[in-house]
């Protein structure tokens, strides 16, 4: 079992930035392919971006391509979001997400918010 910590969250303003942080413990961390979710008020938790165990792939929703990177250190347990540009649009809770085989574990989220 894993568990994951997300923090990096806050308020920003339309076009800024934030970088959202995983931090894992309990296992091999390097064994998980990690995402990250997001859950808006009143709408379903949805997919943001996903990498790899190795770090050497990625996958994004059509949302955020191009605004959002998703990395990995293992040697830090951590995975991190980056986004730029950001949006009204992109305010919601954000959770980490790892996967080993068919187990999941989810983070309890952090929340965050831009204003226009």
């Known amino acids: 079992q894993v568990q994951l910590v997300e923090s990096g969250g806050g308020l920003v303003q339309a076009g800024g930035s934030l970088r959202l942080s995983c931090a894992a413990s309990g296992r091999t961390f390097s064994n998980y392919g990690t ?3 997001r859950q808006a008020p ?3 938790r949805e997919f943001v971006a996903v990498i790899s165990r190795s770090g050497g792939a990625t996958d994004y929703a059509d949302s955020v391509k191009g605004r959002f990177t998703i990395s990995r250190d ?3 347990n951590t995975v991190y979001l980056q986004m730029n540009s950001l949006k009204p649009e992109d305010t919601a809770v954000y959770y980490c997400r790892a996967r080993y085989s068919a187990y999941y574990y989810w ?3 952090t929340q965050v918010t831009v204003s226009s």
């Open 42 to 44: 009143g709408k379903e």
């Open 35 to 37: 995402g990250w979710f």
């Open 107 to 109: 983070g309890q989220g």
């Open 74 to 76: 293992n040697a830090k």
